[in-house]
């Protein structure tokens, strides 16, 4: 009943740039945090960024300074700008989205959706 598609990855030189974006569709009342989470081959997933529905961003140490998280509310849209990009940030990223369904109404409880996962691989 919702689904998050991601798009936007792909291969790039170091130093380069690459922008994310998060698409949520469905039953959708409400979009509460949104963020990315990225998994190298063999490692955990890892957190990127998150960014509140009021706007409040966090980012990961490893890029600071590199990334940029926004979110598009009234298309409930999600975006990583990538910038700086080193070949240790090449991973499978994946959106996710803590979504109040229209369902879900009167509680007004929300659940995580996660996208699919975008391939970004960074060479040297």
């Known amino acids: 009943q919702v689904q998050l598609v991601e798009s936007g990855g792909g291969l790039v030189q170091a130093g380069g740039s690459l922008r994310l974006s998060c698409t949520a569709s469905g039953d959708i009342l409400r979009i509460n945090k949104m963020g990315w989470y990225c998994q190298a081959p063999g490692k955990q997933r890892e957190l990127v960024a998150i960014?509140?529905?009021?706007?409040?961003?966090i980012y990961a140490d490893s890029v600071k300074g590199r990334f940029t998280i926004s979110r598009d509310n009234a298309n409930n849209t999600l975006y990583l700008q990538m910038n700086s990009l080193k070949p240790d940030d090449t991973a499978v990223y994946y959106c996710?989205?803590?979504?109040?369904?229209?369902?879900?109404?009167?509680?007004?409880?929300?659940?995580?959706?996660w996208g699919q996962g975008t391939q970004v691989t960074v060479s040297s």
């Open positions: 960014i509140t529905s009021s706007g409040t961003t």
């Open positions: 996710y989205a803590n979504i109040v369904r229209r369902a879900d109404w009167a509680t007004s409880r929300d659940y995580s959706h």
